[in-house]
């Protein structure tokens, strides 16, 4: 999770230069309310793995230390036979991620988004590590370290940043039979039936090739989903599909159909609810990609605030092993109401307004906080700094909320 953390700069460093490609190409591959809901869902799961972490290094230590069969030697031979095996298991629960709901639901996060850019990367689940750590236990079986399996991990993870891309066509030298390309993962967040549930590899598109999972990137890729979430709610996006599958639950009469639910692949319905349904085909000109229209200052008040955020987030996730619990958790609260807030205002809510006035305010609180409320521990510049930027906040807030009024405009 450190080696990730550290590499927050470099994810956006090479944002910010596909942006600029973006830009002088006139490309439009970013959308402001996809992008910064793209990166909420980042910031939330970092927050969340906070808490939860311990289940992936608990569960692992106790099988390395009470049933391993050997101690893997510390040597680069290891590291490199653990890449390969964590690779190997990563595919195998991406692919299981597909092909079972409740594991679906724990991983459509990221394959909501209409767009296909390096933000998508970072539309991560929530929930998804509480359920992925199970898969990786035969490394700890087999005496992989934990120090050395959360390093090769992160560094799986960090690879599959830069194939969210649109810029990069194809690989040179035959790295496109061997590596997960930018190629093969734009099929993979496609929702053309074609596309759906192919290239699941993290690193190595061969254990694609091997399981009968491989598809070429042909026709145009449609991304998103087949059922659109239609939000820029952070929480929403992230719970919609448990919903969905819980309602589905509620409805049918059987009970063995009820559990079915949450164990069949995605698009299974039991027979009194219309039995499988197929995912629709879908072309470029049909495609009509959601959009909340909000007037451009009022994008641009969010996007300023977010930046703030970022800030914030950035030097809590570095700090956090020099807080106690109480600023964690107020940290975590205030990074979670901001994040939710500004999904809102994209949408257009109402009860954001309120909420916005209530974020800002608490930012004071928030200081108080890393102080543990003496505020004679504060240097002056910092409580004056956070005073102008709140009020200043407030003020320019507070002349945008005229364009709430403005009838949302649903079409890109």
Same mark, same amino acid.
């Given at each position: ?31 402001? *309310?996809?992008? #910064? &809901?793209?990166?909420?869902?980042? =910031? @939330? ?6 808490? /939860?972490?311990? %289940? ?17 030697? *510390?040597?680069? #031979? &290891?590291?490199?036979?653990?890449? =390969? @095996? ?6 195998? /629960?991406?692919? %299981? ?39 990786? %236990? ?275």
């Amino acid at each position: 999770m450190q080696l990730i953390i550290l590499s927050i700069p470099i994810f956006f460093t090479l944002m910010g230069i596909e942006l600029l490609v973006n830009y002088l190409q006139k490309t439009h591959y970013y959308r402001l *309310n996809d992008s #910064i &809901t793209n990166i909420s869902c980042g =910031i @939330g799961q970092q927050i969340i793995g906070l808490f /939860f972490k311990f %289940l992936t290094i608990t569960a692992y230590e106790y099988v390395f230390y009470h049933w391993k069969v050997f101690t893997a030697p *510390n040597s680069w #031979i &290891t590291y490199v036979l653990l890449f =390969i @095996g964590v690779d190997f298991l990563y595919y195998w /629960f991406h692919r %299981l991620s597909h092909e079972v709901n409740f594991l679906w639901a724990a991983h459509v996060v990221h394959h909501q988004s209409e767009e296909y850019n390096l933000s998508v990367a970072l539309r991560q689940s929530w929930l998804q590590n509480n359920f992925s750590w199970a898969f990786y %236990l035969p490394l700890a079986f087999l005496g992989f370290t934990p120090e050395m399996f959360l390093t090769i991990s992160a560094l799986d993870t960090i690879y599959q940043f830069w194939i969210h891309t649109k810029f990069v066509k194809k690989m040179p030298f035959g790295l496109e039979n061997i590596l997960m390309t930018p190629s093969h993962h734009r099929v993979h967040h496609g929702s053309n039936p074609k596309y759906i549930d192919k290239n699941h590899g993290g690193t190595f598109i061969i254990w694609d090739k091997m399981f009968g999972t491989f598809q070429a990137e042909e026709e145009e890729v449609i991304y998103g989903v087949t059922t659109p979430v239609n939000s820029w709610n952070p929480i929403w996006v992230n719970t919609e599909y448990w919903v969905e599958l819980y309602r589905t639950a509620s409805k049918t009469t059987n009970i063995v159909d009820k559990i079915k639910v949450f164990l069949m692949p995605p698009g299974w319905f039991p027979k009194d609810l219309g039995g499988f349904k197929e995912a629709p085909e879908i072309t470029p000109d049909r495609l009509v990609k959601y959009n909340v229209g909000v007037h451009k200052s009022l994008g641009i008040y969010v996007l300023v605030q977010f930046i703030i955020c970022l800030g914030y987030t950035s030097f809590f996730l570095n700090i956090t092993g020099k807080l106690n619990n109480i600023q964690i958790i107020g940290f975590s609260v205030y990074v979670m109401l901001s994040i939710l807030v500004m999904g809102a205002i994209f949408e257009k809510n109402k009860w954001a307004i309120p909420l916005e006035f209530i974020r800002l305010f608490s930012s004071f609180l928030l200081v108080g906080l890393m102080a543990n409320f003496d505020f004679t521990a504060l240097p002056i510049w910092l409580i004056a700094i956070v005073a102008i930027l709140v009020v200043s906040s407030v003020i320019w807030y507070s002349s945008q909320i005229k364009w709430f009024k403005e009838p949302a405009v649903s079409a890109a």
